[in-house]
């Protein structure tokens, strides 16, 4: 799956957030309190172990539509499509989602794209992936503003500093593309201070293509 911005396809992984809702107790003899407890005790046991079959049953649903992708199968389609569909919300589900999503957009259906990366209901671990998928969508479309606002979203859904600093780059090249290269060499500066980053050497040659058009800083 082409990623937008050039970065890899996420990797499987678990949502992070638990869906288990706080069971309160509530108390009116020792018997029932410990048939109560009972039972909720077995009853989250059983959802932990379904909700892990469930994960496992995603996963190797979306390696089987990849599989159908990379052999150029016309079924790979319907595959991703049951697969996102069925698996909503688990980390296999949501990549089904996003590959058959970028298939819309490579297909010139970007509509399509961007309903599907709507429709991921819980997006989770993936949510900075999504953001971006769709920014991707709209660069495509020559759509550069929109694509920039998605940039940024998926900015402030990343968790890990060098993935934000990159997708705030992408942000800054579309935020030029749209015309709006004051807001572009905001975040190029924001990128340059930070020598740290591996963003920062970049930012400073942007920063100077920029200016020099603009003819200030």
């Given amino acids: 799956m ?24 509530y108390r009116k003899q020792i018997t029932v309190t410990a048939i109560v407890v009972a039972v909720v005790v077995g009853g989250t046991f059983l959802w932990k172990a379904n909700k892990a079959r469930r994960e496992t049953q995603a996963e190797k ?33 949501i990549q089904s989602a996003m590959l058959y999503a970028q298939s819309k957009f490579d297909a010139g259906k970007f509509a399509d794209g961007q309903k599907l990366l709507d429709g991921v209901s819980s997006p989770g671990a993936f949510a900075s992936g ?30 890990l500093s060098g993935q934000k600093d990159y997708l705030k780059g992408e942000a800054a090249r579309a935020l030029t ?29 942007r920063l100077g293509e920029l200016t020099a058009t603009t003819g200030k800083p």
Avoid: C
């Avoid at 971006?132 to 402030?156: F, I």
């Avoid at 593309?177 to 040659?205: F, H």
């Fill in 61 to 93: 649903a979306f390696f089987d539509a990849m599989t159908l992708t990379s052999r150029g199968d016309q079924s790979a389609a319907d595959a991703l499509a049951k697969a996102a569909q069925r698996y909503d919300g688990t980390a296999g589900g």
């Fill in 177 to 205: 593309n749209a015309g709006k290269r004051a807001d572009a060499v905001k975040l190029w500066k924001e990128l340059a201070e930070r020598p740290g980053s591996p963003m920062a050497s970049e930012a400073k040659i």
């Fill in 2 to 25: 082409t990623n937008p911005g050039g970065a890899a396809r996420p990797p499987i992984a678990a949502d992070p957030d638990s869906l288990l809702e706080t069971f309160q107790i």
């Fill in 130 to 159: 999504i953001e971006a998928l769709k920014a991707a969508g709209y660069e495509s479309e020559q759509k550069y503003d929109q694509a920039a606002a998605h940039y940024l979203k998926a900015v402030e859904k990343a968790s």
